[in-house]
């Protein structure tokens, strides 16, 4: 088992910050969904509302916000793969490269997220911050792919 460096602090602490805004999301969903009013629309394009109420806003009934969690607790797995001792050790090994393919996945996903709010002509705060959080796990976990030797 290898030490954690800050490079590696400083992506476990954006996954984590990610995971909590995504689980609030799920949490802001249902509360605007019972005709609570949405704090953060703060009018023009600044709309959150609009956007939780839309039909992009759930997959198959479920809230985006608990995909968005599902995805960071399988990144945070994948980048503490090496502290788990059920993962086996091919996994382990190809754990950088595994993370990178993963916020790939994650950042198509934002990609889509952004058109929508394009097209619904609104942006939501939070769902900004987990974009920024997704993008800014794909720029470590490159770096730490590449600073590895791939």
Not at 103 to 116: A, D, K, Q
Request: with cysteine.
């Amino acid at each position: 088992m290898s030490s954690i460096n800050l490079h590696e602090k400083i992506l476990i602490a954006v996954l984590v910050a990610g995971l909590g805004l995504s689980l609030y999301l799920i949490y802001y969903h249902y509360e605007l969904e019972a005709g609570q009013n949405g704090w953060c629309d703060l009018g023009g394009v600044v709309n959150c509302t609009n956007l939780i109420l839309s039909e992009y806003s759930q997959i198959g009934g479920v809230p985006l916000g608990f995909f968005g969690s599902l995805w960071f607790v399988i990144a945070l797995i994948i980048k503490l793969s090496d502290k788990i001792s059920l993962i086996p050790d091919s996994f382990k090994d190809n754990s950088k490269l595994f993370l990178v393919l993963w916020c790939v996945i994650g950042m198509s996903f934002v990609l889509y997220l952004v058109f929508v709010e394009f097209l619904l002509k609104s942006i939501f705060i939070l769902c900004t911050a987990v974009h920024i959080m997704v993008l800014f796990a794909f720029i470590l976990a490159f770096l730490d792919l590449r600073k590895s030797g791939y």
